[in-house]
């Protein structure tokens, strides 16, 4: 019971990481997979009950753990295969592969602990205590395998591995506790259990993997363009996230490095948030020879891979922090910085902490009186988390512009976003106006954009909830 507890809360987690490179790591897939885990858990109690009731509990006990772990294993398959057929789908893609590849195994493993009762209960007089007992034990299990998911697997063996040997540990011990309980496997069940486990494990071989490298964040891939031989493409979970050119940091593939350029080719001391491919710091020591740079990146894995599959050396007056942004900023002295740069949002993944007026009141004390505040931020449909995050910038910056790729008016366009903050008005020659196709707002075309946005602040950011493409 402590064992199928703990598996349960070992298999929520993961299935948090199977299903980001599909639908994104966001509030709405994190709710899903919590809703459909608590549902098993409630429909497995109540079945594993009533079995328990009507037939031998110790044979209920024995195939609850074998079917848990198989159906673990089969998560792997399903996901990839679901995944895929719906990839793009958004939000929407999350609760139909969550019930197919989740909601069976923990209702499956949820059946242990009333068929455990049963077993235990011996007389009416002891009915509070054993319950009780075995109410905290199962939540001794849960506890354990929360941390040991979080703090152990997670980050150091790959998650379609975890996945794999946690449901065999499960059939183990399921036909273990057949036989020391006198349940009954006959050679054909047996020989069910044995096939249908083997397929759980080659299914995914075949399939293949679709990580590089898998991070406690992402899952990341690195594509190899095919119109330019030296362009490389990282992937972070279903989201283009930066180009790199081996050959030429010069070179901007993505329309928002571009608008970045002139801001950069200012600055000759810079912070920034999120490092990515490390595109933008490259190009900085390329067009500003003895610039500083400083990159705060949460994700270790990501270094290691920048350096074994995008050409990552050690590029000229650049250092790097690892940790949270929120917290590593805190460490940059006051007045340091030209230009802080804001690149840590990968499409729909976006760190709310990292939005607030709180983190960017942080940012204007790390820049010189002249100095900037550039982010990039990804929208679409109604711009609502666009509006709010530069009605963020207007409530901390005097003077803000925004670019983007929409038509001459008041609107900056869907998708990439660049917004520019300062305490001093921003010179012309910093603003991305050569580019081809690109709107700058300033001044009360800003103000007519935001058209009343709230602002974004540490007590409330649902930064999710703007990003959904609902009416």
Same mark, same amino acid.
């Given at each position: 019971?402590?064992?199928?507890?703990?598996?349960?809360?070992?298999? #929520?987690?993961?299935?948090?990481?199977?299903?980001?490179?599909?639908?994104?790591?966001?509030? #709405?897939?994190?709710?899903?997979?919590?809703?459909?885990?608590?549902?098993?858990?409630?429909?497995?109690?109540?079945?594993?009950?009533?079995?328990?009731?009507?037939? +031998?509990?110790?044979?209920?006990?024995?195939?609850?753990?074998?079917?848990?772990?198989?159906?673990?294993?089969?998560?792997?398959?399903?996901?990839?295969?679901?995944?895929?057929?719906?990839?793009?789908?958004?939000?929407?893609?999350?609760?139909?592969?969550?019930?197919?590849?989740?909601?069976?195994?923990?209702?499956?493993?949820?059946?242990?602990?009333?068929?455990?009762?049963?077993?235990?209960?011996?007389?009416?007089?002891?009915?509070?205590?054993?319950?009780?007992?075995?109410?905290?034990?199962?939540?001794?299990?849960?506890?354990?395998?929360?941390?040991?998911?979080?703090?152990?697997?997670?980050?150091?063996?790959?998650?379609?591995?975890?996945?794999?040997?946690?449901?065999?540990?499960?059939?183990?011990?399921?036909?273990?506790?057949?036989?020391?309980?006198?349940?009954?496997?006959?050679?054909?069940?047996?020989?069910?259990?044995?096939?249908?486990?083997?397929?759980?494990?080659?299914?995914?071989?075949?399939?293949?993997?679709?990580?590089?490298?898998?991070?406690?964040?992402?899952?990341?891939?690195?594509?190899?363009?095919?119109?330019?031989?030296?362009?490389?493409?990282?992937?972070?979970?279903?989201? +283009?996230?930066?180009?790199?050119?081996?050959?030429?940091?010069?070179?901007?593939?993505?329309?928002?490095?571009?608008?970045?350029?002139? *801001?950069?080719?200012?600055?000759?001391?810079? *912070?920034?948030?999120?490092?990515?491919?490390?595109?933008?710091?490259?190009?900085?020591?390329?067009?500003?020879?003895?610039?500083?740079?400083?990159? $705060? #990146?949460?994700?270790?894995?990501?270094?290691?891979?920048?350096?074994?599959? $995008?050409?990552?050396?050690?590029?000229?007056?650049?250092?790097?922090?690892?940790?949270?942004?929120?917290?590593?900023?805190?460490?940059?002295?006051?007045?340091?910085?030209?230009?802080?740069?804001?690149?840590?949002?990968?499409?729909?993944?976006?760190?709310?902490?990292?939005?607030?007026?709180?983190?960017?009141?942080?940012?204007?004390?790390?820049?010189?009186?002249?100095?900037?505040?550039?982010?990039?931020?990804? +929208?679409?449909?109604?711009?609502?988390?666009?509006?709010?995050?530069?009605?963020?910038?207007?409530?901390?910056?005097?003077?803000?512009?925004?670019?983007?790729?929409?038509?001459?008016?008041?609107?900056?366009?869907?998708?990439?976003?660049?917004?520019?903050?300062? #305490?001093?008005?921003?010179?012309?020659?910093?603003?991305?106006?050569?580019?081809?196709?690109?709107?700058?707002?300033?001044?009360?075309?800003?103000?007519?954009? *935001?058209?009343?946005?709230?602002?974004?602040? +540490?007590?409330?950011?649902?930064?999710?909830? $703007?990003?959904?493409?609902?009416?």
């Amino acid at each position: 019971m402590f064992s199928a507890a703990a598996a349960v809360l070992v298999l #929520e987690i993961l299935a948090l990481r199977m299903l980001a490179p599909y639908v994104g790591l966001t509030l #709405e897939t994190s709710t899903t997979v919590i809703g459909v885990m608590l549902g098993g858990i409630a429909a497995g109690a109540a079945m594993g009950g009533q079995a328990a009731d009507r037939g +031998d509990p110790r044979e209920v006990l024995a195939w609850a753990l074998v079917l848990g772990g198989l159906l673990a294993m089969a998560t792997v398959p399903v996901v990839r295969l679901l995944g895929d057929a719906l990839e793009g789908a958004q939000e929407g893609a999350a609760l139909p592969v969550a019930i197919a590849a989740f909601f069976a195994p923990a209702c499956a493993l949820s059946a242990v602990t009333p068929a455990v009762a049963k077993l235990q209960l011996e007389s009416l007089d002891a009915t509070g205590s054993v319950v009780g007992r075995l109410s905290a034990w199962a939540t001794f299990g849960a506890l354990a395998g929360t941390f040991t998911a979080g703090f152990v697997l997670v980050p150091l063996l790959p998650t379609t591995a975890t996945v794999l040997v946690l449901g065999a540990a499960l059939v183990v011990a399921g036909l273990v506790a057949a036989v020391r309980l006198g349940g009954v496997l006959t050679r054909f069940g047996v020989g069910a259990v044995v096939g249908v486990a083997l397929l759980c494990v080659l299914a995914p071989v075949a399939l293949g993997e679709r990580c590089d490298a898998e991070s406690e964040y992402f899952c990341a891939e690195v594509e190899v363009d095919p119109d330019r031989p030296s362009g490389r493409l990282l992937v972070l979970d279903d989201i +283009d996230n930066s180009y790199v050119d081996l050959d030429d940091p010069r070179h901007l593939e993505f329309d928002y490095a571009r608008w970045m350029a002139p *801001v950069l080719g200012r600055s000759s001391s810079v *912070v920034f948030v999120g490092g990515g491919g490390f595109t933008l710091p490259r190009y900085l020591a390329a067009v500003r020879p003895g610039s500083r740079s400083r990159v $705060l #990146e949460v994700d270790k894995k990501l270094l290691d891979l920048a350096r074994s599959r $995008l050409g990552l050396g050690d590029v000229p007056g650049m250092s790097v922090r690892i940790g949270d942004a929120r917290l590593t900023l805190r460490d940059e002295a006051s007045g340091s910085a030209d230009l802080v740069v804001g690149d840590a949002f990968s499409g729909r993944v976006v760190p709310w902490h990292l939005t607030t007026r709180e983190f960017l009141r942080d940012v204007r004390r790390v820049l010189r009186p002249d100095g900037v505040y550039a982010m990039n931020l990804i +929208d679409q449909g109604r711009q609502r988390f666009a509006r709010a995050q530069i009605a963020t910038f207007l409530d901390v910056f005097d003077h803000v512009a925004v670019a983007g790729h929409g038509a001459p008016g008041n609107d900056p366009g869907r998708g990439n976003i660049v917004v520019l903050g300062s #305490e001093r008005p921003l010179p012309g020659r910093a603003l991305p106006l050569r580019s081809r196709g690109v709107t700058v707002l300033r001044g009360d075309r800003v103000q007519s954009f *935001v058209d009343g946005a709230d602002v974004l602040r +540490d007590e409330h950011a649902p930064t999710d909830q $703007l990003l959904a493409p609902r009416p």
